[in-house]
């Protein structure tokens, strides 16, 4: 039973084999325990499923400066040593490591999150998913908070070339600040940000007082929280100004992301939200039925990671997924009883009810400033990009083609693809 949207989702395994390195937090094993939860929910039946291509650097050009995709490219943990200026001035180290396949890493999930945009611009779905994507600390010129490349910025511009307005909602713990930044200057993207604020938490951007500036102006919206931000409070907030937000900007696309650090008992977050209230938030966003671009983004206790979006991928198929998860890959990840949703926690919410009032005022006040949605003369559409990437160390043509490349055309046991989904094989630019 194909649900009512049309659903593409995105899905590489070798995004859950790179290695941050000991004891830093992002763990892209994550994203493996998530795709598993997918399939032994049987969700992939009721979508298609997509390798994401490798997006070439002249794709991560058109945000990112050239310089520095071509030191992505190029740096790698053995000749780190020699390049120490470089390291400092793109911020390359102790958050953001290099590590073994690092490019290749930037290259698919950005890869996902464009291919999801350019699927959404050609009308063959409805929703798009990419759970590897969300990074959305990421500069132009820099990395930030675990980000090296903004695959956000990237999807954002894609459906920027076939829709004059485009809102970004973002429910990471973390401000949503790479995005917000890369837009902060312009009426074609909304930026709308709910996220923790103050007590030097990081990024330390993301008052309420930041508002976009020149064309942008009133096009950057924050909503600043205290720690311990409950279920009932982030849910009534986040519906009544995503309502008023869409009424006045009237979006072509959404772009979501859903960074799961904003959970109950996430290792480097401070909120108590439950999973029901994270997936209520990407429900009410679904139901404006607009062409809808998700992403995944922070959290870092990876077992609630890959439970939350699990459930919402269920949410975006119209499935209710029953609690006691199926045996999978990583059922042991989930004992002791290996059950699907988490509670609220138990953090003190600093959060009073007349702080948030007039957080609500002052965003509702702002959206008042916005006459009516901008009109732009939209310009004949350019064609997507699909440019080959030659690289000079690879000039032998009798050597071109490793053994891993061969690797990726064979369809490999953990990625599950049936009869009419196996989409592995299209063309999907």
Not at 123 to 150: R, V
Not at 383 to 389: E, M, V
Request: net charge negative; hydrophobic share 35%; with cysteine.
């Amino acid at each position: 039973m194909r649900s009512k949207d049309r659903i593409a989702y995105f899905y590489d395994g070798d995004v859950g084999s790179v290695y941050f390195g000991p004891n830093h937090p992002m763990k892209p094993h994550r994203l493996c325990m998530t795709h598993h939860l997918v399939l032994s929910y049987e969700l992939h039946k009721k979508m298609e499923i997509y390798r994401p291509h490798k997006a070439y650097p002249v794709e991560l050009a058109q945000f990112h400066s050239a310089d520095y995709v071509e030191f992505l490219h190029r740096i790698t943990p053995d000749t780190q040593p020699l390049f120490s200026t470089e390291l400092a001035k793109y911020n390359l180290g102790e958050d953001c490591p290099v590590f073994d396949n690092l490019f290749e890493f930037c290259q698919i999930y950005a890869g996902g999150t464009i291919d999801a945009a350019r699927r959404l611009n050609n009308q063959l779905c409805d929703i798009a998913i990419n759970w590897a994507g969300g990074l959305h600390h990421a500069k132009k010129c820099e990395a930030s908070g675990f980000c090296y490349i903004n695959d956000l910025v990237l999807g954002i511009l894609e459906l920027l070339k076939y829709h004059a307005r485009v809102l970004y909602i973002d429910i990471d713990v973390h401000h949503g600040d790479g995005v917000e930044e890369a837009f902060y200057f312009t009426d074609r993207v909304m930026t709308v940000s709910f996220h923790k604020y103050g007590d030097m938490f990081f990024p330390g951007t993301g008052d309420a007082k930041e508002i976009g500036e020149k064309e942008g102006k009133y096009y950057a919206i924050n909503v600043p929280f205290k720690d311990g931000i409950d279920d009932p409070s982030f849910t009534r907030l986040f519906k009544t100004i995503i309502s008023k937000v869409v009424e006045t900007y009237q979006p072509g696309a959404i772009v979501l992301q859903c960074g799961a650090d904003s959970l109950a008992g996430d290792r480097l977050g401070c909120f108590n939200l439950s999973i029901d209230g994270h997936a209520e938030c990407v429900r009410f966003v679904k139901r404006f039925n607009l062409p809808l671009l998700v992403t995944g983004g922070g959290g870092y206790t990876k077992e609630n990671v890959a439970r939350c979006w699990a459930v919402e991928t269920g949410v975006l198929l119209d499935t209710e997924l029953p609690n006691e998860i199926p045996d999978n890959d990583y059922i042991k990840y989930f004992a002791p009883d290996f059950s699907l949703k988490i509670p609220s926690g138990h953090i003190e919410n600093l959060n009073s009810k007349s702080y948030l009032s007039t957080i609500k005022m002052q965003v509702l006040e702002n959206l008042r400033c916005i006459q009516h949605a901008p009109s732009v003369q939209l310009q004949e559409v350019p064609p997507d990009f699909y440019i080959p990437d030659f690289d000079e160390d690879e000039q032998n043509p009798d050597e071109r083609i490793d053994q891993h490349t061969q690797d990726k055309h064979i369809q490999r046991d953990d990625e599950y693809y049936e009869g009419d989904n196996d989409n592995d094989h299209m063309d999907i630019s």
